[in-house]
């Protein structure tokens, strides 16, 4: 069964610095890979997704994906306050009813 | 904006007794989910409703059980809640295809006493 684990639990970045966030999966074959953004006020959101190899940039944040090393990341650039929030990794082998999250990053962005 | 929409926000309710929640979307979407997000923020899928056909977690106990009555709604009872079942449940739905996204609704946050 699908492990995606993440890491680190909690991160707080300076408003500006590069944040960067971690995800790991367990199921090689897994090829649709989501990050999520989730504030107490506004739900979860998704910030971008990717399914092959490589980078894909939404705005300020950058996925890059390297299946063979079963490790998905997630970069936001220039950070703001209003980019706190926990942030959630979203890991399926074939598509939206199998996705699995891991258990969040919580973000702190202090000016 | 919201497009997906859950009610109520919050429900405090007693051991045993029945709950249901209500989701509603309106982006013309075929797939439907319902998810619980426990106290570590930990999401699980607990349904998914396409065209009438329905995905169970088979870790989903049975006094859970989803309901709908066209493609645009998908509510969720729970018959007689247990303290395990405090939780946010959130609604989410997508259009066909593996590479569609999720939108979720606020999410309804049940306490059992």
């Known amino acids: 069964q699908q492990k995606v684990q993440q890491s680190p639990e909690s991160l707080t970045v300076s408003e500006g610095a590069m944040a960067s966030l971690n995800c790991t999966f367990s199921?090689?074959?897994?090829?649709?890979f989501r990050w999520y953004r989730q504030h107490s006020a506004k739900g979860l959101e998704v910030l971008v997704s990717?399914?092959?190899?490589g980078e894909k940039e939404e705005g300020r944040f950058t996925a890059h994906l390297n299946r063979a090393n079963l490790h998905v990341s997630l970069h936001i650039r220039e950070p703001q306050p209003s980019d706190s929030a926990v942030y959630l990794c979203?890991?399926?082998?074939?598509?939206?009813?199998?996705?699995?999250f891991g258990a969040g990053t919580r973000l702190k962005v202090i000016a | 904006e919201t497009a997906v929409f859950q009610t109520p926000n919050y429900h405090v309710t007693q051991v045993g007794n029945e709950v249901s929640f209500n989701c509603k979307q309106t982006?013309?979407?075929?797939?439907m989910y319902w998810y619980k997000q426990d106290s570590k923020k930990l999401l699980k899928i607990m349904f998914s409703?396409?065209?009438?056909?329905?995905?169970v977690n088979e870790t989903v106990p049975r006094r859970f059980s989803p309901q709908s009555s066209d493609k645009a709604h998908l509510n969720l009872r729970i018959k007689s809640v247990e303290p395990e079942d405090s939780a946010v449940y959130l609604c989410?739905?997508?259009?066909?295809?593996?590479?569609?996204?999720?939108?979720f609704g606020h999410g309804t946050k049940l306490s059992v006493l």
């Open positions: 990717i399914f092959s190899d």
């Open positions: 199921d090689g074959t897994s090829n649709n």
């Open positions: 409703y396409n065209n009438k056909q329905l995905i």
């Open positions: 989410a739905s997508s259009s066909q295809g593996a590479h569609e996204r999720l939108f």
């Open positions: 982006l013309g979407h075929d797939t």
């Open positions: 979203a890991v399926s082998p074939t598509g939206n009813y199998k996705y699995v």
